[in-house]
């Protein structure tokens, strides 16, 4: 089995009071319920707190 790759580029969104990464659309072919994948985060830009 050949291994898949994907980059996607995010910004986290707010549900509630959770932080949350929404995986695109177009990977729900590629990714089935049940699969293991290795999710690296790399924070690009942070943005300044408000409070």
């Known amino acids: 089995m050949q291994n898949k790759q994907f980059t996607i580029t995010k910004k986290i969104a707010k549900h509630g009071k959770q932080?949350?990464?929404?995986i695109p659309s177009f990977?729900?072919?590629e990714l089935k319920h049940g699969d293991i994948v290795k999710l690296t985060i790399d924070v690009l830009k942070e943005v300044k707190k408000y409070d």
């Open 27 to 29: 990977l729900q072919d």
């Open 19 to 22: 932080n949350i990464i929404v």
